[in-house]
């Protein structure tokens, strides 16, 4: 079996190492590993100059092609060759896995450069999707005030019940008050003048959000850079888990 990698670092060897000792996938010729997310432009492959057409065009019948986000296109060029797809943005467990991973790094990175106790910490948290969701449970537990920002009403009003504060997130939304603003949303929520000054904001989306606000603290794919060996882990159990299934 050839693994070939397009992602360096521990995450991908972590994910090499699973997919070797996997019944499943020994029985593979090739097995490529796109990065996650594998592309931003729709041309190349994340953080190279490789186009993706250039390495669709080595792949041949019964090879496996993992991505995350993969256009379309390439997708059914992969399937008209008689390999297999597994884009990990479809993989439900492993999205939960890794919002779990997202969740916890935030964590440790704000309690190991925090001089506070987490019941001292007022927390917003915009957006209650897979992250979202970890992080009000994890600083819930240890104690710290959490306040929910989010897009729908009827999430506002089920948190209110479990007494959880919470507001409709809009430009402006109320921030006063808060230690810590973690964003969870992919779009820009709130404007410059809406931040008050000296609160710290760790950015967890992809997009770019936040744009122009000095001191943003951005942690693109951080599972891979707090937790890469779970992380790579997580990333051969969805492949395996796609191989099993068929």
Known sequence: MIIHSYENGLRADACIDYLRGSEYARNRNKIVLLPIPTTKDKCTIFNTKVYIDEVLDEIYEGDVVSCYGLPENFSRFIEERGAVTVDLSFDEEFLLENAELTALSALGIFLGSTRLSPR????????????????????????????????????????????????????????????????????????????PEGLRIMELASGENFDG???????????????????GRAWGRAIERHLREG
């Open 120 to 195: 001292e910490v007022s927390v917003g948290i915009v957006g209650y999707g897979r992250i979202g969701k970890k992080l009000t449970s994890l600083f819930l537990f240890l104690g710290a005030k959490v306040r929910v920002f989010t897009s729908r009403e009827s999430t506002r009003l089920e948190l209110c019940e479990w007494g959880v504060a919470s507001a409709v997130s809009a430009e402006g939304a109320d921030l006063s008050g808060l230690d810590l603003l973690i964003n969870t949303a992919p779009a820009p929520i709130f404007r410059r003048e809406s931040i």
């Open 213 to 231: 606000i000095s001191g943003v603290e951005r942690y693109p794919s951080v599972p891979a850079k707090m937790f890469p060996y779970s992380a």
